[in-house]
């Protein structure tokens, strides 16, 4: 406003102080444009430039999906995690990321985690490792729902008419359009989960570990690499604990460790409360919440 006013009285304008409009040469007083920004103007305009793509999406009207009506499996969502958090590689034993694919049925809300399901990088065993956590523990998906990827949209997944996955299993594979994650809600909240559980570890690495807590914790797993190189036992316990001192949490001695604690997370997970699902009284307490991913599975089984 102190630059439209200083350019303005620069060409002659006065500012506007009357009830009535601006006349000629007249530009409105500050408190003005405030309640015109405040009241008036586009809520969506004003956050356009530092949002853009998906971003931009929270603030414009959408149409929530339900659930309404679903049986399970009719529809199955599957994303993946690039986990915040380093753990012993399968075979170097150095700490590294993995990728951790998750598959979500949309009737009962349930989440879905295999050891297939868990890789060094994204690819196109680890994505299916997330379908055949589905099919293993409770059968077939009629719509599964991915990543916009190559590693899925090929003929050996879904594109060959007779030798594809899809074909051969009579199941529809659907893709989120580019820049639109809001449309894979269910899989991008279980992210969420997934990183508020990741705080737990020592070797996390969101935004809110410290960074020289960091770089310490990094040179003990480092230490602690060298020790299960040299097969000193005594060495390895010391500085796992040490590590786990400074990083105020778990540290993962071995890939199996690793894989057993994202599978357990996913279990409690699945017997929490979930808002989206119908609501029940409990049977201790006898208050009324909201059923549980695992007692939704079970009711649709029952019938």
């Not at 279980?190 to 020289?212: C, H, I, P, V, W």
Request: glycine share 6%.
């Amino acid at each position: 406003y102190d630059k439209m006013a200083a350019k303005l009285n620069g060409l002659g304008w006065s500012v506007h102080n009357g009830s009535k409009a601006c006349g000629l040469a007249e530009y409105p007083d500050y408190s003005t444009v405030c309640r015109w920004y405040k009241d008036k103007y586009s809520k969506l305009d004003a956050h356009k430039g530092r949002n853009t793509g998906s971003a931009m999406n929270p603030y414009k009207f959408a149409h929530k999906r339900t659930s309404d009506g679903m049986w399970p499996l009719l529809e199955v969502h599957s994303d993946g995690w690039a986990t915040k958090f380093t753990a012993p590689h399968p075979v170097s034993g150095k700490f590294v990321t993995y990728e951790v694919w998750h598959s979500h049925d949309v009737a009962t809300r349930k989440a879905y985690v295999h050891e297939r399901s868990i890789g060094l990088s994204e690819n196109m065993m680890v994505i299916l490792g997330s379908l055949y956590a589905v099919c293993a523990e409770d059968g077939e998906p009629v719509v599964w729902q991915t990543d916009n990827t190559g590693s899925v949209k090929n003929d050996r997944v879904e594109f060959d008419p007779s030798a594809s996955i899809a074909a051969r299993r009579g199941m529809t594979i659907v893709h989120n359009l580019p820049g639109n994650s809001q449309a894979n809600g269910i899989a991008e909240s279980f992210n969420r989960y997934l990183y508020e559980r990741s705080k737990d570890l020592a070797t996390f690495q969101g935004r809110e570990m410290d960074s020289l807590a960091a770089k310490r914790t990094l040179r003990i797993t480092q230490a602690m690499v060298r020790a299960m190189q040299a097969s000193d036992a005594v060495e390895v316990a010391r500085l796992r604990a040490e590590a786990q001192k400074t990083g105020c949490g778990m540290v993962f001695g071995s890939y199996s460790e690793a894989v057993a604690w994202l599978k357990k997370i996913v279990v409690e997970f699945n017997d929490m409360p979930h808002r989206e699902l119908p609501k029940i009284t409990d049977a201790e307490s006898g208050k009324r919440r909201h059923m549980t991913p695992n007692e939704r599975m079970a009711d649709f089984v029952a019938d």
